[in-house]
């Protein structure tokens, strides 16, 4: 999706010149920005990323792989009809023909709400599981993992060239399968003593994952690759004498379209893959490991032990089939608030750049920003 943003960017940057440039040159407005105002700029910029970061980390991959593997619980409640209590203490005691038949207990099933159906309830149970910094779980994996994938996948570009870049990806992802599914279980157990290098996946797990992590990379790629080339496939617009406003309309429509089937992609290709992939990977969980919420490890019955002549894993088919659909709901939320608090957080780093810019400037900012938008 990268490229669909640099696109866009460099587009509207290049309209927004036209804009400010259509009229005579002596009214073209140049921003001269401070030492310290670019110093505040990039301070800024980085925060935000460091914020984005941490939501797009703690909620879009480690709630949300905790709501996949989590299995709705229920508590049992015996309850006993209320007896006759008015009964005479000083009364014989009635012969065995004459005593009541035993009171029947009624069974009560409450269905508990799960733990990740809440941000709050996931943070507070993570908190005092795991300690103030269970949020950032497996976080030396992953920073790890994507280390290595980068480098893995320049060096197959490298030999290969930048047009088989997808096919790359596919691959370092397929290599790294071992360290995905160890992210998985560090992620999904309670803390353990041992480091996260000393626990292991072995060599006959990482050719059952073949299949489920291969088919999960793939997936990816068909949901970056299919908006991107709908993007690039529309170009420029091809209208001659076209105003800056309307080259503004046609992208922004073409941005809608995009967004269309990048959103279609996400739904029907790319969740279900992930799905299955996170699923599968607990399954493999060892033993000795204690999940950190409520996890099923048989999935219902489906997963046989390898020791009772089993696959020891659930197959891809059955770890979507025994998802449910309020799973798949709840799990839904988690994606859709991650991304709302997202939004919110750009939206407010993009008023804090403005007033930061307006500040170093005055109000030159707010002219050009004018004339961008009058096209004068």
């Known amino acids: ?41 990039w301070a800024t910029v980085l925060t935000y990323l460091l914020i984005t970061f941490a939501v797009r980390y703690t909620f879009g991959t480690l709630v949300a792989t905790l709501a996949m593997v989590e299995t709705p619980t229920a508590t049992t409640i015996v309850r006993t009809p209320p007896t006759d209590d008015k009964e005479d203490p000083d009364a014989p005691l009635p012969s065995a023909s004459e005593k009541e038949p035993l009171v029947e207990q009624e069974l009560l099933l409450v269905k508990q709400a799960p733990i990740t159906s809440k941000f709050r309830t996931t943070i507070k149970h993570l908190r005092a599981r795991a300690g103030p910094f269970s949020r950032f779980r497996g ?68 050719k059952k994952l073949l299949g489920p992590t291969a ?51 996400l739904i029907f290709i790319l969740f279900p893959a992930a799905v299955m992939l996170r699923r599968v990977q607990a399954s493999m969980l060892p033993e000795h490991d204690e999940s950190i919420v409520p996890f099923d490890r048989t999935f219902g019955g489906k997963v046989v032990p390898e020791i009772l002549g089993g696959t020891g894993m659930i197959s891809m088919v059955e770890a979507w089939r025994t998802f449910d659909w309020n799973s798949r709901i709840r799990l839904m939320g988690v994606y859709a608030k991650t991304a709302a608090i997202q939004a919110a957080v750009t939206v407010l780093f993009a008023f804090i750049v403005l007033g930061e810019l307006q500040v170093m400037v005055g109000d030159e900012i707010m002219r050009m920003l004018e004339k961008a938008q009058k096209g004068t």
């Open 1 to 41: 999706m990268s490229g669909i943003v640099n696109h866009l960017v460099r587009r509207g940057f290049e309209v927004t010149q036209q804009h400010i440039q259509k009229g005579d040159q002596k009214d073209a407005v140049t921003l001269q920005l401070p030492k310290w105002g670019i110093v505040t700029l």
């Open 139 to 206: 976080l030396r994996v992953a920073l790890v993992y994507n280390f290595l994938h980068f480098v893995i996948l320049e060096l197959l570009m490298a030999v290969s060239g930048r047009a088989f870049e997808p096919l790359c990806f596919v691959v370092a992802t397929v290599f790294l399968a071992r360290m995905d599914a160890l992210w998985t279980h560090v992620v999904i157990s309670e803390p353990s003593t041992q480091h996260w290098y000393q626990r292991k996946v072995t060599g006959k797990q990482w």
């Open 215 to 265: 088919a999960y990379a793939i997936a990816e790629q068909v949901a970056i690759q299919m908006p991107v080339t709908l993007f690039r496939a529309f170009g420029q617009p091809s209208i001659r004498h076209i105003s800056p406003q309307a080259e503004a309309r046609v992208i922004l429509t073409q941005l809608g379209l995009v967004s269309i089937v990048g959103l279609f992609s």
